[in-house]
Each structure stands twice: as structure tokens, then as C-alpha cells.
């Protein structure tokens, strides 16, 4: 019985990660309907910034963190000048494949800046999990699902309680109307960016921190995992995206435990593809063409 | 009167294709001036380059000593010229309250946007039984009402309507037109583009005919034959 | 001609019939993350067939690319109604886990005595059909070229044809197309086996170019390579994805000038290319400029 | 181009005449320069050491292969029989495909997985 309890806490905790990364690509999708592949690599670059600062000066978690975040803030507004701005009005293949494009730069800087191919990063909390009526908690874990839970309290108050919620839920549900209300649509679009990059800085910093470890494989993996939530969330749809991910989270937690690392994700891209193929509602109601 | 609007030689293109092909025409202060023309004749086109929605080519736009040609949507906006445009463009997911206050966006003061809220109540009751509702799920009327009333809520001197009568019901289109009247009662400048010729004449004091994108009448309502205007209006004058 | 530069251009002859796959969905409208899964299929099933069954070469590429071609029509079958990022997204979920369905395939037989086959993860050594028949390296690149020269014939018959025409009219605007009588589904799921049967061509030359192949060989990342190698070099013809692949490949890794910046320098050109040229450098306006200059 | 045409019609004749495979052991130490490894590879066929083979050592990156490929260098004989050295150059660390290619009295490919990091090359077992 305790494995249940154990698996799901530990699919909780994973899902939050996963939540963190799907609301990031959730709000650049909802603002400018495309998809940015340089959301995982921008976060790889925060993270190994970091790295690169705890290795040849030494900071404190805190430091780290600020450095991650601020890393992928600057990567993502790097990312939005040359791949999303030129292409506003313009396909949507295009800026994706742009976008791709940018994830090489970022990988291959990553691996000249830190040759080696796994670097340690530092836990919040070296000591031995917690534990309580039998259940094991890291405290990176612990972290990772409040991180969550205030992530999505303060995107909630972003998005009901301030102008820049009403600007921005306007420019998702219907972007020429916004501009004729009088929102400036493309600071909307660079102020969304930069909030998607620091809740995505955030992830990372929370992954790597669990990890204890970064490799230049971090950029694919959070890019796969935030693209795989979001679609299991419904594209385009914040709530879905923070549903989406603890589905996953726990997706994988469970089958991890029945069947093994390779099945549990085999299992979950099934999932996806079966959903996806069954076009079920509250996927596919955003058209995403 | 002084004109509030002066449009002069706009051109504005779509690619190569030139929808508006030198455009001169002005809207007098506090009056309800009126856009007639066959369809694809740039009437659309016009209204969304005055609103900064494209950019015009050529050609000035002068508003309030300006010439606000080819400024980003949001500062015309700001300086006081709001569309509701053609087919309406609700915040569908929104309710009718978030709309309001996003057509309020740029108005920093809560207790403004409070007032100005109710005063959309008043003008526009049935909105406000529908408060919580989201805009999506509004009639065709109800929706038509809702971006006119978020129009207003940026408190602009002058009011762009793009066809604000399309696909409504006639006792709707009749509601639509005493709305426009009252607003004209109270004040505003309105720039209308109609296709119901019949029912725009009536409330206009002026009116232009667009063909081809360029301006080919200009008069006031009794002017011209009003089976002429409509003959015009919908089948060009082209003698073909 | 030495080694570097055959090695060279067998690889852009072997990663062209992966672009070109992916520009054939393209056109058709769809947008696959997942064309590597069939370029592995190829692979695994040409390799096996040669080493374990001694098949010969040609007799196992035609039967890989029948198995690609019915794999792609399978996987089509059930998505090819979604539109945009919901294919994608359907391609790349389907692909990776044809990925890990490669990592838990073992299977073995004894050949002269050792075990020949696809073994897990350790991947599927073994594949010399090629150096068992004594083919050198230039004529491998020959067959390669011969085979890219056939498939480019046939993209070009296609385009001039009625077929073409229906095929980009599908992708451009699947409802104007079903209202003038084209079974858009049909069109879009031939085009998809087609695609399939390319990529597996692809993959089987590879597979014994390689002698060696596995799983990791065929993942997420070769499937996006394929599909921005069609955007870059432009959606107007069929020479367009092989521009892109010559563009990465040949241009930045022969020249070896950017030795270790490659990708940086690579990425960069590709943004700032797409932000000139959306539709990649020989787009559908440039083709028929080009047309009507020289015809 | 006979010989290609030659090589046509005996491609379609059926058999599995897959000659002896050669065998290689590759072990690698870092230089002093980053990424270029000094490596000795011991070659051997059915059990007796190859000799006077020309060997080439290129290596590629397990994920897209096609993409990034290292130049590859020729191996030089090294005093013992069926021995040879070469000093590839690899610009990055981490997980490669050394490929090694023979010609000579033998034609074939040997694909062997190793992991190079600041001290050497260690293979791979995945």
C-alpha cells in the first residue's frame, strides 16, 4: 500500500516539474500560437549559466537561482527577437523552425562552455530525505510541488487581479480585438515571453536541483516533457497545462514503478498518441493550424 | 463646424494589390458621416488603416492636429478614435464585465471604469443582465452591443462603426441605429460604414461612396436619388 | 576524391531522402516530427533482411520501403484528420516510441556461428552486405546518388503533373480542394505512404552505408534536422530540401572553417534566413519567377 | 563503370557470403592538445593479428550521426604485428562511435562505442 502512496507523491512531485514547464510553453502558445522549441534549451542555458558561476566563483543556492532564471529570461528574449518578433504576422512553421534552430546554438554553447558531459549541480537540501508514516520526501520534491502551488496562485492573480491579466487574456482570446482596445499587443507578447522564461527558469532550476546534475540533455527533455503536458492539458489552456503535467507526473511515477523507465514512456507517448487520435474534446478545441 | 477627421491621397495595399487607391474625404465634428459602397470597394480596408490596424502606403490622416498615419493601433486608441469593427470581435472566453474592462484598458483609474461601466448598463441594459456571461455565448444583437459599449469605453471623440447592421435581425438593425442615434445625440462624432444604404441615410449627415478604392460621391442624404446612391452603393456606377 | 569528401557526400545523399520525405508532407500540408522513425524502420528491416536472411541489397530496400510505406500509412490512418501542431505532435509521440520499441527489440539469429541482429540498445551490428560484396565507397555513393537522382525524377514528374497540382491544392486548402472532388484524405494518406517509402529507402542505405545502427541513431532530433532542411531550402521544389541539407552538411561541416562553432553559426544563419525567406530560399514565388525567366 | 554492372547482376544472386569478420581492440590516452587522443588499435582475424591493412579511425556522434562527423585520420602500422596508432581529433567529449574503416588485404568496418573524457577513452556498455 505504501508503494501506491510513495508513487504517487513521487508522480506529484514529478508532475509539478512537468506543470511548471507546460504553463511556460502553455503562455507563450496562448499569446502568439506558436510553438517555441528553444523554451527547454533557453532553460538548459539558465541552469548551465549557473554552473558555469558556481564553478569558477561559488554561490549560494539563492544566487543560482536568480542566475537561472535571469539566464533563461535573457535566452527566451533572445530567442523572441530573432525567431517570434519578425514573424508575427508571418507562418508559424517558420518561427518553430526558427526556434529549432536557436536550440542547436544553445546546445552546442553549452557543451563549449562546460565540455564535460555531466556537471554536478548543487540540491537545496544535501541531508537524507524526510520521512513520515513511512513515505519518503526529498525536500527538492517538497519545494518543486509549492513552487507549483504558488506558481499558479500568482499566474491566477496575474492573469484576474491586475491590467496586465486583462491585457493579456485579451490578446489570447482574440489579438485584433485587443489591439483595437487599445492594448499594445506586441509589448504583451515580450512582457508573456519573459514571465513564460522565468516560470521556465524556475523549472529548471527545481529540475536541476532534484537532479543534482545538468546535462546538455536537460534542453530536449523539458522541451518533450512541456510539450507532452501541454497537449495532454489541452493546447493552449493554462489549467489544462498544470492538469496535464501532474497527469504525467503521475503517468510515469506508476508505470515507472510496474514496468521499467523505457515502458513508462513508451506508455506515455501511447497515451498522447491514442488522445490525440481519438481527437478527444478538450484537446483539440483550440484549432492550432 | 471644424472637421475632427481629414483623410487626404490614402493609399494603403495589400502586398501589390492596392485597396486604397488615394482616398480624400473628412468628418465634420458631431456628426454621423456615412461610408457607402459595393463590397470590396476598401471600405474595410479604410477603416482599418484610420485605426492603426494597417499601414496606409501614402497619404496623411490628420486627427485632433495630428497625422496619425501608420501609428500602432493602441496610440490612436489613445488619442481618442475607437473601431468597432466589422463582425464584431468579442472576447469570446471573457465575460461581458472583462470585456468592458478591457475596451477600459487604458484608462488608469478604477473608479472611472467603474462609472463608465455603469453608464454602459444604462445605455445598454440588456448587457447588464448578461453581465456574467461569457461573450461568446451573446446573440448576434447582444454581441453587436458589447463592442460598441467596449468602444466607448475608451471615451473616444470619434467612433469608427465597420457594418455594425451585418447579419442582425431587422428589429436588432433597428435597435443598432436608435443606439447610434442617441450616441450622436450625446455627443460623439461617428464615421459608419453601412451596407444597409436605406436606414444609414436616414440617420447621416453626410455621406461618401467608395468604389474601387477611390471616393466617387460625396453629399448630403437627399443629394442624390436614393435609388441612384443604392444602385451605386451596391452595383458601382461602372455604365457596364 | 578522398575518404573525408565521399564520407561526406554519401551523408548528404543519405539525410536527402529524410528531407525530401518531410517536404512531401509539407506540401501536402501536414508537418511530421517523426520521419527518422521511418527512416529506422528502413534500417532495421534492410539490415536485417541482408545479414540474417541474405537477402540481396536491392530485393531488401524494396521490402523496407514497403514496410516504411505501410508503417507511415498506418500511423496516417488515424491522424492525418488533425490539422498543424496536433500532427506534429501525433508524428513525434508515434516516432518516439518507435525509438523505444527499437531499444527493447532483440533479436538474434546464428549466422556462421556468431549471433547476427538487432540486440537492444547495444544496437544492430553486423550490416556488411556492402563490404561482403567488395562495393567501394565511391560506388556505394553512386548507388546513393543513383537512387536520390530516381526519387528527385519522380518529385519533378509529380509537380508538373495533374497529381501535383492536387497534392499542393490539399496542402494550401484542404476544403477548397474536397469542394472541387479531391478525396483529401486519400491524397494526404498516398502522400504519406510515399513519405514513408522514402525515408525507409533512406534508411536502408544508411543501415549498410553505416554497418552499424541503433536506436539512438533515429531520434527527435534527425526528424526536426529533416523537417527545417525542406523549410530552409524552400517549399518549391523538390531541389529545395536537398539546398537545405547541402547548406548544413556540405557547406558548414565540410569547410570545417567554424570548426566546433558549426551549429551556433549554422542555427544563426538558419533564423536569420527564415526571417528573410519564411518559406526557405527557393519558396513557391522564387520557383515560378525562376519558370517564367527560363521557360 | 563494368564493374558496377558486374556488381548488379551478382547482387541479385542469394547467399550469405559474408567473409571472416575482423576484430579490434582501441584503447586511447588524452594528449596534452583538447579532444585529440593518442589511440592504439590491435587488429586480428579468425585469432591471428591483421596485418599491412590501411586503417582509417573517423568517429560519430551517436545522435544524428550524419551531422556530426569527426575528419577522419590514417592509422600508422605500430611496431607489434596487426597493431597501428593514430591520433584522431574529436572537438567535443563525451559518448562516440569510433569508426574504424579497413582496406587493403581486407575490406570492413568496425563500429566500437567508447566514452572519452580529459584522461581517455573507456568503452561503452550500454
Redesign the interface.
Known amino acids: 500500500m505504501t508503494d501506491l502512496a510513495q508513487n504517487t507523491l513521487d508522480g506529484l512531485f514529478l508532475g509539478s516539474s512537468y506543470a511548471l514547464l507546460a504553463l511556460g510553453f502553455t503562455l507563450i502558445f496562448g499569446v502568439l500560437r506558436r510553438v517555441n522549441l528553444s523554451f527547454g534549451p533557453a532553460i538548459m542555458f539558465g541552469c548551465y549559466a549557473a554552473t558555469w558561476v558556481n564553478l569558477n566563483f561559488g554561490v549560494g543556492l539563492m544566487a543560482l537561482a536568480l542566475i537561472t532564471v535571469a539566464g533563461a529570461v535573457l535566452a527566451g528574449a533572445y530567442v523572441e527577437r530573432l525567431c517570434f518578433a519578425p514573424h508575427r504576422n508571418g507562418s508559424p512553421i517558420a518561427a518553430m523552425v526558427a526556434s529549432f534552430a536557436l536550440w542547436m546554438q544553445f546546445e552546442e554553447l553549452a557543451t563549449i562552455a562546460l565540455p564535460r558531459h555531466i556537471y554536478d549541480f548543487p540540491p537545496l537540501h544535501g541531508g537524507t530525505p524526510l520521512e513520515f508514516g513511512g513515505l519518503m520526501l526529498r525536500v527538492e520534491s517538497l519545494v518543486m510541488l509549492l513552487a507549483a502551488i504558488v506558481m499558479c496562485a500568482v499566474l491566477w492573480g496575474i492573469l484576474y487581479r491586475t491590467r496586465f491579466g486583462v491585457a493579456l487574456r485579451a490578446v489570447i482570446d482574440q489579438p485584433q480585438a485587443a489591439q483595437l482596445a487599445g492594448i499594445d499587443v506586441p509589448r504583451v507578447f515580450v512582457l508573456t515571453f519573459a514571465l513564460a522564461s522565468a516560470i521556465g527558469g524556475l523549472a529548471g532550476f527545481l529540475i536541476a536541483a532534484s537532479h543534482e546534475q545538468v546535462t546538455p540533455m536537460l534542453g530536449m527533455w523539458s522541451t518533450l516533457k512541456g510539450l507532452l503536458a501541454m497537449m495532454l492539458g489541452g493546447l493552449g489552456s493554462l489549467p489544462g497545462a498544470v492538469l496535464g503535467g501532474l497527469a504525467l507526473g503521475l503517468l510515469e511515477a506508476h508505470s515507472q514503478w510496474f514496468l521499467g523507465p523505457q515502458y513508462r514512456d513508451l506508455l506515455a507517448y501511447l497515451l498522447l498518441f491514442v488522445l490525440l487520435a481519438a481527437r478527444v474534446p478538450w484537446m483539440t478545441t483550440r484549432s492550432a493550424s | 463646424m471644424s472637421a475632427l477627421l481629414e483623410i487626404r491621397d490614402l493609399v494603403t495595399a495589400y502586398g501589390k494589390i492596392e485597396a486604397l487607391k488615394g482616398v480624400t474625404l473628412e468628418v465634420q465634428q458631431e456628426s454621423i458621416t456615412c461610408l457607402l459602397g459595393p463590397n470590396g470597394a476598401g471600405k474595410t480596408t479604410l477603416m482599418m488603416s484610420i485605426a492603426g490596424i494597417l499601414k496606409p502606403r501614402q497619404g496623411a490622416i490628420q486627427f485632433g492636429g495630428e497625422n496619425i498615419a501608420g501609428r500602432p493601433p493602441h496610440a490612436i486608441v489613445a488619442k481618442g478614435i475607437a473601431l468597432v469593427p466589422e463582425n464584431r470581435l468579442v472576447f469570446p472566453t471573457m465575460t461581458v464585465l472583462e470585456n468592458l474592462q478591457a475596451g477600459a484598458y487604458q484608462q488608469g483609474d478604477k473608479k472611472t471604469i467603474a462609472e463608465d461601466i455603469d453608464r454602459m448598463f444604462v445605455r445598454f441594459p440588456r448587457l447588464k443582465e448578461r453581465i456574467e456571461q461569457q461573450a461568446g455565448t451573446l446573440s448576434g444583437g447582444e454581441q453587436q452591443m458589447l463592442a460598441v459599449a467596449r468602444a466607448l469605453m475608451s471615451r473616444p471623440k470619434l467612433l469608427l462603426m465597420d457594418e455594425p447592421s451585418l447579419g442582425l435581425a431587422p428589429l436588432v438593425v433597428e435597435e443598432i441605429f436608435r443606439i447610434v442615434t442617441d450616441l450622436h445625440r450625446d455627443g460623439t462624432t461617428i464615421f459608419l460604414v453601412e451596407q444597409n444604404a436605406h436606414m444609414a441615410l436616414k440617420v447621416a449627415q453626410h455621406f461618401y461612396l467608395m468604389e474601387q478604392g477611390k471616393v466617387s460621391f460625396s453629399g448630403t442624404p437627399g443629394a442624390l436619388a436614393e435609388d441612384e446612391v443604392i444602385r451605386r452603393a451596391y452595383l458601382g456606377s461602372s455604365k457596364t | 576524391m578522398d575518404?573525408?569528401a565521399i564520407?561526406?557526400l554519401t551523408?548528404i545523399g543519405?539525410?536527402s531522402f529524410l528531407a525530401l520525405s518531410a517536404y512531401l508532407l509539407?506540401i501536402a500540408g501536414e508537418?511530421s516530427f517523426g520521419q527518422q522513425a521511418f527512416f529506422g524502420v528502413g534500417a532495421y528491416a534492410g539490415g536485417m533482411l541482408t545479414?540474417m536472411y541474405?537477402?540481396?541489397?536491392?530485393?531488401a530496400a524494396l521490402a523496407a520501403m514497403a514496410l516504411g510505406a505501410l508503417a507511415q500509412f498506418l500511423v496516417g490512418l488515424?491522424?492525418l484528420?488533425?490539422?498543424?501542431?496536433?500532427f506534429a505532435?501525433?508524428t513525434?509521440?508515434?516516432a518516439?516510441?518507435a525509438r523505444?520499441?527499437f531499444?527493447?527489440f532483440h533479436f538474434q539469429r546464428q549466422?556462421?556461428g556468431?549471433p547476427v541482429g538487432p540486440d537492444g540498445?547495444?544496437g544492430f551490428?553486423?550490416i556488411?552486405?556492402v563490404?561482403?560484396?567488395?562495393?567501394e565507397p565511391l560506388?556505394y555513393m553512386?548507388i546513393i546518388y543513383a537512387m536520390l537522382a530516381l526519387a528527385l525524377a519522380a518529385f519533378l514528374l509529380v509537380e508538373r503533373s495533374r497529381l501535383g497540382a492536387t497534392l499542393r491544392g490539399v496542402g494550401e486548402d484542404p476544403q477548397l480542394a474536397a469542394s472541387l472532388g479531391v478525396d483529401v484524405n486519400r491524397v494526404k494518406l498516398g502522400a504519406a505512404a510515399a513519405a514513408g517509402a522514402l525515408a525507409a529507402l533512406g534508411g536502408v542505405l544508411?543501415a549498410h552505408h553505416?554497418?552499424?545502427i541503433?536506436p539512438?541513431?533515429f531520434?527527435?532530433?534527425?526528424g526536426?534536422?529533416s523537417?527545417?532542411y525542406a523549410?530552409?531550402g524552400g517549399l518549391g521544389t523538390a531541389l529545395g530540401p536537398l539546398l537545405g541539407v547541402v547548406l548544413?552538411?556540405g557547406a558548414l561541416?565540410g569547410s570545417?572553417i567554424f570548426?566546433?562553432?558549426?551549429?551556433?553559426v549554422?542555427?544563426?544563419?538558419?533564423?536569420?534566413l527564415?526571417?528573410w525567406r519564411?518559406?526557405g530560399l527557393l519558396d513557391e514565388r522564387s520557383v515560378q519567377w525562376l519558370k517564367r525567366r527560363f521557360s | 563503370m563494368a564493374k558496377t554492372t558486374f556488381f548488379l547482376i551478382l547482387s541479385l544472386l542469394p547467399g550469405l557470403a559474408l567473409a571472416q569478420a575482423p576484430k579490434a581492440d582501441f584503447s586511447c590516452k588524452a594528449t596534452r592538445t583538447d579532444f585529440i587522443f593518442d589511440c592504439t588499435i590491435r587488429l586480428s582475424r579468425g585469432g591471428k593479428p591483421l596485418e599491412g591493412a590501411t586503417v582509417t579511425v573517423g568517429a560519430d556522434m551517436p545522435s544524428m550521426p550524419m551531422a556530426h562527423t569527426v575528419k577522419p585520420v590514417k592509422a600508422q602500422p605500430a611496431q607489434a604485428p596487426g597493431e597501428y596508432r593514430a591520433q584522431p581529433d574529436l572537438e567535443m567529449l563525451g559518448v562516440w562511435a569510433v569508426k574504424l574503416r579497413l582496406a587493403g588485404p581486407v575490406r570492413d568496418q568496425l563500429i566500437l562505442h567508447y566514452e572519452f573524457d580529459s584522461k581517455g577513452a573507456t568503452p561503452v556498455r550500454r
Open positions: 575518404d573525408y564520407g561526406v551523408n543519405l539525410i509539407l508537418m545479414s541474405g537477402w540481396p541489397l536491392p530485393l488515424p491522424t484528420r488533425l490539422r498543424g501542431l496536433y505532435m501525433a513525434l509521440a508515434a518516439e516510441m523505444i520499441l531499444e527493447l549466422v556462421e556468431e540498445s547495444q551490428r553486423g556488411r552486405w563490404f561482403a560484396h567488395g562495393v560506388e553512386g544508411y553505416n554497418t552499424y541503433e539512438r541513431n531520434d527527435l532530433m534527425l526536426v534536422h523537417l527545417a523549410l530552409i548544413d552538411i561541416e570545417r570548426h566546433g562553432y558549426r551549429m551556433i549554422f542555427g544563426g544563419l538558419v533564423a536569420l527564415l526571417v519564411p518559406r
